[in-house]
């Protein structure tokens, strides 16, 4: 009698910790969730990308939004990428040039140019949500991850229709990453990120990352619309809105050097 | 009682030899002890007036959440409301707001982070002993956008005075912030971590730069001294409301931990002289409580009380060490007095021992008026403890017994 109570509770919360999880449906075999999250960055990346964006953040101390106008040209290949700052009109011109590990930066109102000290990396970048690591250390989501698929989301929260894959990113002991963990959906059909939560090694959620506005862009699904919300600051969040993007043209050499940094657009 | 405290005295006096040493001991103890005391509330009463000088104050005055997250979301406004507050507080030397906040720094390319201080020249000289730590060039206030920095953050730059440097961050309106700042001044701190990492510009360029408006992120508040922060705290929470407000033991527990073993130290040995002078009364009252065995005897037999024969006795033991205790403080607290008034500096190892540690090498003494309360209650409830036993064996004597021996 007492042994088939125990059963039956036990049963309980098994049923209990599912519903907890998200209601996952289990990953058909075959699926390596490294591959999984090689064609989400392969979907959001290309091998070399151009972009045009506004960027809006939005916080308690502000009377109206912070709307900073941005170009990047990221080429992954090469692990380097540059961003011009275009609005609004105090930080106009102000350039940021990545070479992983590297960050440079450039003030056109003092005409200096400084290197950010690695120490900086966690400060947020241009007043918004994301950090300067967000810029420089994104591809190493495949490199310093060791990645499990947790099962299949039939239902992601707010997307009718879609279906994601649950990839678990645990970063590798002796990497460079202040995550303690990252929860991925990746849209089942066509890779496209849709959500990532950022843990940090106490299993706080810190920050979620969601994706939307996907439209194909060179047959990619490319979401076009990326909002950071900062769980431990209320009122904070930033949303980036992608206006142009193209893949894979050529890149001018000339680009990702601190002299194109200091240069007048 | 006059009776027997007149008989307690001449007994004490029967030997005056033996008493004599054994008040000479009584005394060197209560001396000892007031002088040490005196010399270590001295030390730490220095050593927290340094500390405090350098950089802290007595107590902060901060917004809300200031003190566990330190960065521009928490701040105070330095309102009419407040300079009111500060100007009527009773008990404050002086007062300076702050604005502090983290920075880039550079003179060539390679940057680094820096803690910004945004301070008031006229009001920080009030507070701390930063204008006065000046190793060259001058304090921030004369000129616009100029920076003054720690002598190894200046080295580890390679700027030199007269250099702009670019000095970016992230004002508190998310916008960036940056600017270019002349140096004008390097300051040698004692403390290493400031040293390389604190750069001082004036309040306003503070709240200029980071678009702060009338905000500051800190008030250092200094009181007449470290006793009386507390009850300025309590003043100041009582009057100031939606603040926080935290005093040196908090700003500082590595040195309210220092004092503490620092004392615990010095007791330990002022403990072992106070046990060697409760020995010596114990010997003295003992011995003349022996030889006096049958005039005890007889006073017993006369029909005197054991309970007055106790009394009696014990006097005989507060009294030697009354004596004692009075002539002791009557040299000690002088002595200490003296060498308050006239501190003594200090050259050579010891000089530079004081200035690793951020102080002024100098040794001073400080009367607190616990130090010869305390050592009074010591040395008469010493002199109690010792007389027991003596005083016991006195009034427990059978007058037979006591006839009978010599």
């Known amino acids: 009698?007492?042994?088939?109570?125990?059963?039956?509770?036990?049963?309980?919360?098994?049923?209990?910790?599912?519903?907890?999880?998200?209601?996952?449906?289990?990953?058909?075999?075959?699926?390596?969730?490294?591959?999984?999250?090689?064609?989400?960055?392969?979907?959001?990346?290309?091998?070399?990308?151009?972009?045009?964006?506004?960027?809006?953040?939005?916080?308690?101390?502000?009377?109206?939004?912070?709307?900073?106008?941005?170009?990047?040209?990221?080429?992954?290949?090469?692990?380097?990428?540059?961003?011009?700052?275009?609005?609004?009109?105090?930080?106009?011109?102000?350039?940021?040039?990545?070479?992983?590990?590297?960050?440079?930066?450039?003030?056109?109102?003092?005409?200096?140019?400084?290197?950010?000290?690695?120490?900086?990396?966690?400060?947020?970048?241009?007043?918004?949500?994301?950090t300067n690591d967000d810029l420089v250390r994104e591809s190493s989501q495949l490199d310093d991850y060791d990645h499990r698929l947790l099962g299949i989301d039939p239902a992601p929260e707010g997307r009718d229709g879609l279906r994601a894959y649950v990839v678990e990113f645990r970063p590798h002991e002796d990497a460079p990453v202040v995550w303690g963990r990252i929860v991925s959906w990746i849209e089942t059909e066509h890779h496209t990120a849709l959500r990532q939560e950022f843990y940090d090694e106490e299993g706080v959620k810190l920050r979620v990352f969601e994706l939307g506005d996907i439209r194909e862009v060179q047959g990619r699904h490319f979401p076009h619309r990326w909002s950071m919300t900062p769980l431990d600051k209320e009122g904070h969040s930033t949303v980036l809105e992608i206006h142009e993007i193209r893949f894979d043209e050529a890149f001018d050499e000339g680009v990702f050097t601190t002299r194109n940094l200091k240069r007048e657009d | 009682m006059p009776l027997e405290l007149r008989l307690a005295w001449r007994n004490v006096w029967r030997n005056p030899r033996r008493t004599g040493l054994s008040v000479a001991a009584t005394v060197f103890a209560v001396v000892l002890v007031v002088f040490f005391v005196g010399m270590a509330a001295g030390l730490h009463e220095k050593m927290i007036e340094d500390s405090v000088r350098l950089h802290s104050g007595h107590l902060t005055l901060s917004g809300p959440g200031y003190f566990a997250n330190r960065t521009l979301a928490q701040y105070v406004r330095l309102d009419e409301g407040l300079r009111g507050v500060l100007e009527r507080a009773e008990g404050v030397r002086g007062w300076a707001p702050r604005v502090i906040g983290f920075g880039l720094l550079s003179k060539e390319t390679d940057a680094q982070g820096v803690a910004l201080m945004g301070v008031d020249p006229e009001r920080e000289r009030t507070v701390s002993s930063l204008a006065d730590r000046l190793q060259r060039g001058s304090f921030v206030g004369e000129q616009p956008r100029a920076i003054v920095l720690g002598e190894r953050l200046a080295r580890n730059l390679g700027a030199h005075l007269g250099d702009e440097l670019f000095l970016y961050s992230q004002a508190w309106s998310l916008e960036t912030a940056a600017d270019l700042y002349t140096l004008v001044g390097v300051m040698k701190l004692p403390d290493v971590t400031l040293d390389r990492s604190l750069a001082l510009i004036s309040l306003a360029d503070a709240q200029e730069f980071f678009v702060y408006g009338d905000r500051v992120s800190e008030v250092a508040v200094l009181a007449e001294d470290a006793d009386a922060a507390a009850g300025v705290a309590a003043a100041l929470r009582g009057d100031a409301g939606a603040f926080e407000i935290h005093t040196w033991s908090e700003l500082m527990p590595e040195l309210v931990q220092f004092i503490f073993l620092d004392d615990a130290g010095m007791y330990v040995l002022l403990v072992i002289l106070v046990v060697v002078v409760a020995f010596g009364i114990l010997n003295t009252i003992l011995m003349s409580v022996l030889e006096r065995t049958r005039e005890l005897g007889v006073l017993l037999a006369l029909g005197l009380p054991p309970r007055a024969v106790f009394r009696l006795v014990y006097l005989e033991s507060l009294l030697l060490a009354g004596v004692g205790l009075l002539l002791g403080l009557a040299i000690g607290i002088p002595l200490v007095l003296w060498f308050a008034a006239h501190p003594i500096s200090l050259a050579g190892r010891m000089a530079e021992a004081y200035e690793l540690f951020g102080m002024e090498p100098v040794m001073t003494w400080k009367l607190k008026p616990l130090n010869p309360i305390g050592s009074a209650i010591t040395i008469l409830g010493v002199a109690a403890a010792a007389a027991l036993y003596p005083a016991v064996k006195a009034s427990r004597g059978r007058p037979v017994d006591a006839l009978r021996s010599l």
């Open chain 1, 1 to 130: 009698m007492r042994g088939r109570a125990a059963a039956a509770l036990l049963a309980a919360l098994g049923l209990a910790a599912a519903a907890g999880a998200g209601e996952l449906l289990p990953a058909p075999p075959g699926l390596d969730a490294r591959e999984i999250a090689r064609r989400q960055e392969d979907t959001l990346r290309g091998e070399r990308a151009y972009l045009e964006a506004t960027m809006t953040v939005t916080s308690p101390r502000l009377p109206r939004p912070r709307v900073v106008r941005l170009r990047s040209w990221d080429d992954r290949l090469n692990r380097r990428s540059f961003i011009r700052i275009l609005a609004p009109p105090k930080d106009e011109g102000t350039g940021f040039l990545m070479q992983r590990p590297n960050l440079w930066m450039y003030v056109p109102r003092v005409e200096r140019s400084m290197r950010i000290p690695p120490s900086m990396m966690l400060q947020s970048w241009m007043g918004s949500d994301f």
